[in-house]
């Protein structure tokens, strides 16, 4: 079955520093790779999306990577604020948001 | 930008109570979503629609219906509400072609009691 794996549940990081988190996942080939900002008690918002002939994309201080071989997304914030301590969501996408799978997410946490 | 209103922030019901979740979107968007999220396991989909009176099976159907009688309104309905059934519950629109995000509402934080 499909899965998709974030690197850990919680990522606590100096702020200034840059965030790196990890997105892998097995039995599905994406046409497109998303990732989402959720605050506590709203709903996911969209940030960046990325696709499958792609290998990096920006915006900002945000940062996508997406290795298909390795079957890796990486997203990465630079000089990290504790304004962006969230939980962050990959998503998958294989064309037509009918087979949209979500990971587990990372909830990040930027330390003053 | 899109809006996705999801008719209660918060909720509380009884078991066996038949309860309705109600999603209106505003971006005449084809394609609606109703996930559950649950502390360690993620966003998971329950039912999806992609077009008026159509529905789909998501990864976790059992004990919900739902019901798309106009395009912009999305509802969820709990036949008869468990204790398991406690979650947040999310509705998201997409639309626009391939590669497009999902827009989600804020949820309902739903207690069976």
């Known amino acids: 079955s499909q899965k998709i794996e974030q690197n850990s549940e919680a990522l606590n990081i100096q702020e200034g520093k840059t965030a790196t988190l990890t997105c892998n996942y097995t039995?599905?080939?994406?046409?497109?790779l998303q990732w989402y900002r959720q605050d506590p008690g709203r709903g996911p918002v969209f940030l960046l999306l990325?696709?499958?002939?792609?290998k990096e994309k920006r915006k900002e201080r945000l940062k996508v990577t997406f290795d298909t071989t390795l079957k890796q997304s990486l997203f990465h914030i630079t000089a990290s604020q504790p304004a962006d301590s969230a939980t962050y969501l990959c998503?998958?996408?294989?064309?037509?948001?009918?087979?949209?799978?979500f990971g587990p997410g990372t909830r990040l946490s930027v330390l003053p | 930008d899109v809006k996705v209103t999801q008719s209660s922030r918060y909720l509380v019901k009884r078991t066996g109570e038949k309860v309705f979740l109600e999603c209106v979107q505003d971006?005449?968007?084809?394609?609606m979503f109703w996930y559950r999220q649950d502390p360690g396991l993620g966003l998971r989909l329950i039912y999806f629609?992609?077009?008026?009176?159509?529905?789909e099976k998501g990864d976790i159907p059992e004990g919900y219906s739902v019901s798309r009688e106009k395009k912009e309104r999305f509802s969820l309905i709990l036949e008869s509400a468990s204790t398991n059934q406690t979650s947040m519950y999310l509705c998201?629109?997409?639309?626009?072609?391939?590669?497009?995000?999902?827009?989600f509402g804020d949820g309902t934080r739903l207690s069976i009691l």
């Open positions: 039995n599905y080939s994406p046409a497109y």
């Open positions: 998201a629109s997409l639309g626009g072609g391939p590669g497009q995000p999902q827009h």
């Open positions: 998503a998958l996408d294989d064309n037509y948001g009918q087979n949209f799978v």
């Open positions: 971006m005449d968007h084809e394609n």
């Open positions: 990325i696709r499958e002939n792609e």
């Open positions: 629609s992609y077009d008026v009176k159509m529905k």
